[in-house]
T-cell receptor, first 112, second 113 residues
Framework: DAKTTQPPSMDCAEGRAANLPCNHS???????VYWYRQIHSQGPQYIIH???NNETNEMASLIITEDRKSSTLILPHATLRDTAVYYC?????????????FGTGTRLKVLA | KAGVTQTPRYLIKTRGQQVTLSCSPI?????VSWYQQTPGQGLQFLFE???????NKGNFPGRFSGRQFSNSRSEMNVSTLELGDSALYLC????????????FGSGTQLSVL
């Protein structure tokens, strides 16, 4: 199963872009990269996902390198409410279905 | 559209007891998966159900079991509780298709004394 590596913590000034990196060097060609975030004591919240191309939605942008071995989640204008643990996940096909493997995530702290 | 509902929100049990947690998925979602979250181990996958069938299982002892009903609601059961079972138990629902986004509930915080 492909695993992900993320820095344990990051700080970002309010209003600035937050760039959260993720390494997934063992990813296979058909495995998607997903990003979720978890605010204290709540369930994780879906942010964005992608396979090969860069993706953007109302919450964030996802940049995937051409070799797919790493990706970056970009929160364009971080606010205090973006303080959370961010998980980069590779969704691996297994036995006819899919399995999410959560790593330890990056604890992002947005500073006023 | 209502989100994923988990009940109860908090639960206190003693060692040796058993517990049943409930999860109601988003309407139309046929897949329900369960996760255990602890400070030391992070989020760990327990099992996934799709159309009343378990189709994926994590690396947990047989004391952890689950089931899914015809309306997609799911329950998980932990028998003979141990102190180490204290955790936040999260349920997530999805359509169960190839591009499955997970939608999580707020979880059940289980404390075993």
């Amino acid at each position: 199963d492909a695993k992900t590596t993320q820095p344990p913590s990051m700080d970002c000034a309010e209003g600035r872009a937050a760039n959260l990196p993720c390494n997934h060097s063992t990813i296979s060609g058909n495995e998607y990269v997903y990003w979720y975030r978890q605010i204290h004591s709540q369930g994780p919240q879906y942010i964005i996902h992608g396979l090969k191309n860069n993706e953007t939605n109302e919450m964030a942008s996802l940049i995937i390198t051409e070799d797919r071995k790493s990706s970056t989640l970009i929160l364009p204008h971080a606010t205090l409410r973006d303080t959370a643990v961010y998980y980069c996940i590779v969704r691996a096909p297994t036995s006819g279905t899919y399995k999410y493997i959560f790593g330890t995530g990056t604890r992002l702290k947005v500073l006023a | 559209k209502a989100g994923v509902t988990q009940t109860p929100r908090y639960l206190i049990k003693t060692r040796g007891q058993q517990v049943t947690l409930s999860c109601s998925p988003i309407s139309g979602h046929r897949s329900v998966s369960w996760y255990q979250q602890t400070p030391g181990q992070g989020l760990q996958f327990l099992f996934e159900y799709f159309s009343e069938t378990q189709r994926n299982k994590g690396n947990f002892p047989g004391r952890f079991s689950g089931r899914q009903f015809s309306n997609s609601r799911s329950e998980m059961n932990v028998s003979t509780l141990e102190l180490g079972d204290s955790a936040l138990y999260l349920c997530a629902s999805s359509l169960g298709t190839a591009e499955g986004k997970l939608f999580f509930g707020s979880g059940t915080q289980l404390s075993v004394l």
